[in-house]
Every structure is written in C-alpha cells, then in structure tokens.
C-alpha cells in the first residue's frame, strides 16, 4: 500500500522504527462497573441489569480478550481503574503474566467535570500506590476516564514521573503536550460510541451493526496506515468480550496482522521509541486553554 506524502502539512512525517509505515495499539479500557457505580455515586438502586451486564466484563470479556491477543501474539495496553483492580485483585497480575501493559485509569473511573484537583491528585496516586502493590512494579501510563484532560492533570501526570498520557486526539501520531507525551485515542473507533448498550431506558441511541463498524474500523486503519499514523482501538472488556464482537476483532485482526510495515505495539513501547527518536520534541503544542471569545462577541444586544 503507498504511503499518502505529508509535504502538504506544516509538520514532518513521523517516524517508525526502521521497516514500520505505521503504527498499531490495542487498548483496552477495564472499565468494569466502576463507571456504572460513579454515575449513581452517593445512592445505587436496588437493581440488578445494569450492574451484572457490567460484571460480564472482569468475569468472562477480560478473559476472552486476553485469549484473543494471544491467539494474534499481539501485546496490548490495559488501563484499569483502581476500584476495578481493588475489588477484582487477580485482574492485574493475569494482564502482566500476559506480557500485556497494565495503566492507571482513574480510581472510581471519575469523570473530569465531576472532581476537583485535589480529588483528581488523590485518585491518581492512589491508583498509583495500588497498581505497585499488585503488580510489583510502577505503571507508566495514565489514561483519563471519558478522555478528557486538564492543565493540572498534565501537571500531575508529570509530576508523578509517568511516560506518556493517552487521553487526547490532537494528532493521529504521538506527540508532546505541556512537556507530557500523548498518545492520541480516537472516538470512531472505540466500542462504546458503537456498542455501549444497558437497557433500562438510559441508553439515548441503538445498538449498531458490527458489520458496519468493522467496515469504518479497516477504513480507518487503512487510511492511518497509509498517511503513516497511529491506530489507537479502544474496546471494553464488559462490551467488546461478547461472542458478535470477538468474533468482529477477529476479523480486524487479520487484515493487520496481514501488513507486516504495521508495528503492533503496547503504549508503553510506543512512548519508549518516541522518546529516543527523532519525534521527540518536534511536535510539541500548549495546552493552553483560550480566553473565553464572549467579550468580543460582535453585534452584541448591550452594545
């Protein structure tokens, strides 16, 4: 397949391991009930669906992902919240055991709008202190829950000494942020956007057709494989460890197992190459946050 030229944008290409067009990760986020149990927080109703199709995920999906990395002997990136790993202490070690990343995902799977810095600052080192304890070794990524970011999450991403954060979409190749690597996710291809389907009448939108997801899914990686980018997938253990979606990965798997110019790596590998090669630091943005436009609003009714 030709590579797409970049001459037309103001950045350079960015650079593979010697052989590699492009790059592959595997992510998977253990969300478990975590996110379920953050939504309700203070009071959990006394019904049991929407807790037990989550649970599905550490009992059975988790298991059948890890079955079918190996099948592929592909290494991927786990991102665990802290609860999901406190209430469920063998999940951690059976990833490592597995050759498999293992990365810090928050502690309740706490949405960003929802805390404050000090309580984000107390999630993340508690996460942190938990995954050492578990695993005998410090992790090196952080992934936000629902992928959003802040200054002062970067500050602290940082300060804690972790490599990289994958939270953000500012490129589709890794590149640095306030003096934090960031290896970019993308919301067309994640499960849940797709998939994510509870019952009980919250669900705001149908499950999709996984034929059709697996057609935008190989469209996607084509065309990022072409232009020399990153592949970021990211499924869940309690949606993508279902029998249709398995079955679904399957068959994205083998299309880039296929291309042997794709380099499937672990995010940890991923920060690692960018850090001892010619991209570091050759594509370094602010993340700044802009002033707010509603001072200089033309026509404004109180002119």
Do not use: C
Request: avoid cysteine.
């Amino acid at each position: 397949m030709t590579k797409v030229s970049h001459n037309s944008s103001p950045w350079p290409a960015y650079e593979w391991p010697a052989g590699k067009q492009s790059a592959a990760l595997l992510s998977v986020d253990v969300d478990a009930h975590s996110p379920f149990l953050w939504s309700l927080r203070d009071e959990v109703p006394d019904r049991l669906a929407g807790i037990e199709i989550r649970r599905f995920g550490p009992r059975t999906g988790l298991y059948r992902l890890l079955d079918l990395f190996e099948r592929y002997d592909f290494k991927a990136s786990f991102y665990v919240p802290g609860f999901v790993a406190e209430t469920n202490p063998e999940i951690l070690p059976a990833i490592v055991e597995r050759g498999h990343e293992v990365g810090l995902h928050g502690y309740f799977h706490e949405i960003v709008a929802d805390v404050s810095d000090k309580e984000f600052t107390g999630a993340l080192e508690a996460s942190h202190e938990l995954f050492v304890k578990q695993t005998g070794a410090a992790p090196v990524g952080f992934r936000s829950p629902a992928w959003e970011m802040t200054p002062h999450m970067l500050r602290e991403v940082k300060r804690l000494g972790l490599a990289y954060d994958s939270s953000l979409s500012g490129f589709d190749h890794p590149y640095d942020v306030d003096g934090v690597l960031e290896i970019p996710v993308q919301w067309a291809v994640d499960d849940a956007v797709f998939f994510k389907f509870e019952g009980g009448g919250r669900d705001k939108w149908p499950l999709q057709s996984g034929r059709a997801v697996l057609e935008d899914w190989t469209s996607e990686w084509r065309m990022l494989h072409r232009f020399g980018g990153l592949f970021t997938l990211t499924v869940h253990d309690w949606i993508s460890g279902r029998a249709q979606r398995i079955a679904l990965l399957e068959e994205l798997f083998d299309k880039i197992k296929a291309e042997s110019s794709v380099w499937v790596a672990t995010a940890a590998e991923i920060a690692k190459h960018h850090a001892s090669s010619a991209n570091s630091g050759r594509f370094a943005v602010a993340g700044a946050i802009p002033a707010a436009i509603g001072p200089r609003r033309f026509g404004r009714a109180d002119d």
